[in-house]
């Protein structure tokens, strides 16, 4: 296998959000990593920490109540934690940019397509002059797939549709040059096909660009059709990590195991139950010191309540680990 | 075959929606939300709607519980139209119907408990004023909620408690016919199985009939019995559940089935994918002949004339499209 270059690289993240109900513990020591021209797609549940850990690698956490209260965030071989306000800015758009959940809200409504896309040319490139940006824009807005660019760029947010509105967030990214883009549920308010439509855009850009993506999503079937490399999270952990592959054809971990087995397949067999995660996602202001998945584990055995939270462990392939005490699948006890 | 127990029966059902008049009231243009619909639910099974927003699905959905009342078009519950109903019958025939919503924190009311919300609904309805306590208890069980729980308020409870909930409000005065407007899709994952685990077996239990709109064929898929495909306030396909993934026929039906991405790696990678170009057209300036013809692969001149009509193609899998419709006769 060729040797990837590495363009983020987080250790051992951890973001808390201090509330009246105690400390919120939304990213517990969260380590990954992202190669060149690579999509990586994070998986977990609304709460689990997903999201929060994206905002934690661009700053953008409010505080108070959260704070990021450690770890480091490799990005093109420089530390992002060490840098200054100033010097972030300058990485947001430019070297990370975010795509949000819903485009409707992350534009603003008063102002045209146009004039946000151009505002941020400007913010980022001092000196481009105004004709310069508008001409760059209505690239960007071509290159994204919107027919008539032109008149689009008068357009103001509510004029157009949601897929189009999310092409134009896009468009923004690509404008900029970013290296790498978070897509943050990106295609969750879209329909299925105008899904498949933002998400094969967002693949050409690999191709094209050479920019690689993160994909945060609980949608697994995306994740299968689009991502190189998976990471699982549960109650703000990585629980498992590995290639599409390997986790969707040999996952390891119970959560996964359930998350996979839960979710209705369009080639099973009809009548087949679907097998649910028992109970509810843990409380992140009150996760035990064992394994935040035992309440909910159907193979929870003593030892994982006993024992300290499992961490990520390498198994049997490699580039696939899992943090549970047990091995489930194989049905030892290695850990 | 034993004849079929029909317990609805939406007959060319329209919904148009004024959007524009004229200084003098007269309506220059119309959303044509929902435009000749037809299907049939049978006692007992589940009828799938599916179909990408904006297509109609909800709307339909209004019509059947006469939240809406149709442009044209008959409703048959039991065999006796209501689309026409007064307001007293209606009040009588929405016990029997009733309605599951997509938030569940949206249609609770936030003030009140859980079992105060129970108990609201059953106390509309004709029951015995001593055990009103027992029946919530009771309604609280069939959902598989702790019988704690009635005393607490939505905003102390979970998605899937809140959805289990509404389901329990809706079975208080013990319906027959139950509507589902995408109960399961604001909902996560693993709790998204349970929830529909839940509807399964109290389908099985209660001998409940269920209207299932979703726009996520996969959900739709695995609890329906027949399917319908709505495009642009269309039906375009009918078919069992089961030929949904084995032999869609539509176009668009396996453009929309092309577009949903499975969970088996294998067959993912090895899937044939069809991108629809461009979005839907808006309800108000519908294309001429076939709705889907501006973004079909396969269009010709009669689909750009003439709007196809629903045609079986075998085994009561009924489809609208011109060219299909050709192949298989």
């Known amino acids: ?335 | 075959m034993a004849e079929k127990d029909i317990l609805l029966k939406v007959c060319n059902l329209k919904m148009h929606f004024p959007v524009e008049k004229t200084m003098f009231g007269k309506v220059t243009s119309w959303v044509k939300a929902v435009d000749d619909v037809s299907f049939e639910v049978e006692r007992g099974k589940t009828f799938g709607l599916v179909g990408e927003s904006g297509c109609g699905k909800t709307t339909t959905g209004k019509c059947v519980l006469r939240i809406n009342k149709p442009t044209e078009g008959q409703i048959y519950y039991k065999g006796k139209d209501i689309s026409n109903a007064t307001a007293a019958e209606l009040k009588e025939i929405r016990r029997e119907i009733q309605l599951i919503f997509q938030d569940p924190y949206g249609s609770l009311d936030p003030r009140q408990s859980a079992g105060s919300i129970i108990r609201e609904a059953i106390v509309t309805g004709p029951h015995d004023e001593k055990d009103v306590s027992g029946r919530v208890k009771e309604l609280l069980e069939t959902v598989e909620l702790l019988p704690e729980m009635a005393e607490r308020y939505p905003h102390e409870m979970s998605g899937g408690q809140r959805q289990r909930l509404g389901i329990a409000r809706a079975l208080a005065c013990n319906p027959e016919l139950i509507v589902c407007d995408e109960p399961v899709s604001a909902l996560d994952v693993s709790i998204q199985a349970q929830v529909i685990n839940l509807f399964s077996s109290l389908q099985e239990r209660l001998g409940l009939t269920y209207v299932f709109i979703a726009h996520d064929l996969a959900v739709v898929r695995h609890i329906a019995d027949v399917i319908g495909v709505m495009y642009l306030g269309h039906i375009v396909e009918i078919m069992d559940a089961g030929e949904i993934y084995t032999n869609p026929v539509h176009p668009y039906t396996k453009a929309l089935l092309s577009a949903v991405p499975i969970t088996d790696y294998y067959v993912e990678k090895q899937r044939q994918r069809i991108l629809l170009e461009g979005e839907v057209p808006s309800p108000i300036n519908a294309p001429s002949g076939c709705p889907f013809h501006p973004r079909c692969a396969y269009a010709t001149d009669i689909c750009r004339r003439e709007n196809p009509k629903l045609a079986d193609v075998g085994g009561g899998h009924r489809v609208a499209c011109h060219l299909c419709a050709k192949d298989s006769v």
């Open chain 1, 1 to 335: 296998m060729e040797e990837k270059k590495v363009l983020l690289d987080v250790k051992n993240l951890r973001t808390s959000f201090f509330t009246d109900a105690g400390e919120v513990k939304s990213v517990n020591d969260v380590s990954f990593h992202v190669n060149e021209k690579e999509v990586v797609a994070v998986v977990g549940e609304s709460g689990s920490g997903k999201s929060v850990t994206q905002l934690s690698v661009l700053q953008l956490i409010q505080s108070p109540p959260g704070k990021i209260l450690g770890g480091e965030v490799w990005f093109d071989g420089e530390n992002l934690m060490n840098y200054s306000k100033k010097q972030m800015c300058n990485v947001r758009g430019n070297g990370i940019s975010m795509i949000f959940q819903e485009p409707m809200t992350s534009l603003n409504p008063v102002y045209t397509i146009g004039n946000q896309l151009t505002e941020v040319l400007r913010a980022h490139h001092k000196n481009m002059t105004k004709q310069e940006a508008w001409k760059r824009g209505v690239e960007a807005l071509a290159a994204v797939g919107i027919p008539d660019p032109e008149a689009r760029m008068k357009n103001y947010p509510f004029e157009m549709s949601g897929g189009m509105r999310q092409r134009a967030m896009i468009a923004i990214s690509v404008a900029c040059n970013s290296k790498l883009i978070v897509a943050d549920e990106p295609t969750t308010a879209l329909d299925v096909t105008t899904q498949a439509q933002v998400m094969e855009l967002l693949l050409s850009l690999v191709e094209k660009n050479g920019t690689s993506i993160i994909v945060v999503t609980h949608n697994l079937g995306l994740v299968t059709r689009y991502a190189d490399r998976i990471y699982v999270m549960y109650a703000g952990r990585i629980v498992e990590s590995g290639t599409t592959e390997m986790l969707l054809t040999n996952p390891r971990h119970p959560y996964t195991l359930g998350l996979l087995a839960s979710v209705p397949k369009l080639d099973s067999d009809r009548d087949e139950k679907l097998i649910p995660i028992e109970g509810t996602p843990p409380n992140l202001a009150n996760i035990p010191e064992y394994c935040s998945f035992y309440p909910r584990c159907p193979y929870a055995c003593e030892e994982c309540k006993t024992k300290k939270a499992p961490t990520l462990r390498p198994i049997a392939e490699e580039g696939h680990f899992m943090a549970c005490h047990l091995d489930v699948v194989k049905g030892g006890q290695n850990g």
